[in-house]
């Protein structure tokens, strides 16, 4: 079953009758404090999370779709994430054919029609109002044909005071090489003063080359959590789209891992993240912060409960540590 906020990018059905039950705010995580991260720590305007975990790109929708039941006005909602990170939105609507849908598959869940999106507008008219009373940050994922297009859309996002960063997917501009990456985002750049996560494709043939190419030009964090292209059969028909997963997991973690010595940079990790061994291994590997896609597509207190037994870990190893300042 397509969870409703893949779905639907108008109607707020998750508060006119979703049937998922509200998280208490009692959640172990929302006592946990890790401390704040930020982001963007050159950038002028900041981008402070108070958890290490964050929702991918599209997992929650655009977030108004959850929000009663997830609490993501409040930080201490108990639902676990530090940021928020929306659908890729291009300047107009855009319609998929086929539609969005998820399929299951033995690596993971295929999710096509990725493309689809209600246009900026209904980002500026609906959403961004909403997000604006949010103690959780909103990261607008943006998409364009091209250049031009993108500087347009970007150059909205200023004057909205509930949008708190960009997300720049190179996949989704069809950007591998270093070089177009540099000219998309400079000018990516050149358009918005706010914090700018460029996502690589972690399936790219240089993706240090491509990592450093967008740190030179302006890039305040990379993202190492996209989907991998892939292709499904469905009743005899071949779909193509995304692949999310745990299949992703050995990915992710092998990027993270080998972007951390290349570039100086703070590194969002995913890829399969389920758990909170999960999530240790890619901070170990060097991810600043982690991101939860299929999780979130499964269970909404994902981040909830990876967020409470990280903090377990994280006792359990300040306890059995000895203290090297005894003699």
């Known amino acids: 079953m397509i969870p409703f906020w893949i779905l639907d990018f108008g109607l707020w059905i998750a508060t006119l009758g979703s ?52 609490r993501l006005g409040q930080r201490d909602g108990g639902h676990g994430l530090g940021a928020l990170i929306t659908r890729s939105t291009t300047l107009r609507p855009r319609r998929a ?58 150059a909205e996002l200023e004057s909205l005071d509930g949008v708190r960063g960009v997300e720049l997917p190179l996949a989704m501009f069809g950007v591998s090489a270093p070089a177009a990456a540099a000219r998309l985002v400079a000018a990516a750049r050149a358009a918005t003063p706010l914090p700018l996560i460029v996502k690589l494709p972690v399936y790219a043939e240089h993706l240090a080359e491509l990592g450093a190419s967008a740190a030179a030009s ?6 190492l959590s996209d989907g991998l292209p892939a292709t499904a059969v469905v009743a005899g028909q071949r779909s193509d789209g995304l692949l999310c997963g745990p299949a992703l ?23 399969g993240v389920m758990r909170a061994a ?23 207190r994902a981040a909830g409960r990876v967020l409470a037994d990280l903090a377990v870990t994280s006792d359990s190893s300040a306890v059995d540590s000895p203290d090297r300042s005894d003699p």
């Open 278 to 300: 999960d999530a240790h291994a890619l901070f170990e590997a060097g991810a600043t912060t982690v991101a939860l896609g299929s999780a979130l597509l499964t269970d909404l």
């Open 19 to 70: 049937t998922t039950p509200e998280i208490a705010s009692g959640n172990a995580a929302s006592s946990t404090v890790i401390g704040m991260i930020d982001l963007a720590p050159h950038n002028p305007y900041t981008l402070e999370l108070a958890s290490p975990l964050i929702a991918a790109a599209g997992s929650l929708g655009y977030g108004i779709e959850v929000a009663r039941q997830l």
């Open 218 to 223: 302006g890039a305040d964090a990379l993202s």
């Open 249 to 271: 997991r050995p990915l992710g973690l092998r990027a993270v891992a080998h972007l951390a010595t290349k570039v100086n940079l703070p590194l969002i990790g995913g890829g």
């Open 97 to 154: 054919h086929p539609p969005p849908a998820l399929i299951e598959t033995p690596a993971g869940l295929l999710y096509t029609g990725s493309a689809q999106n209600p246009g900026l507008r209904a980002v500026r008219q609906r959403f961004a109002p909403i997000w604006a009373t949010w103690e959780t940050p909103v990261i607008l994922s943006v998409a364009a044909a091209d250049e031009n297009e993108l500087g347009a859309l970007l």
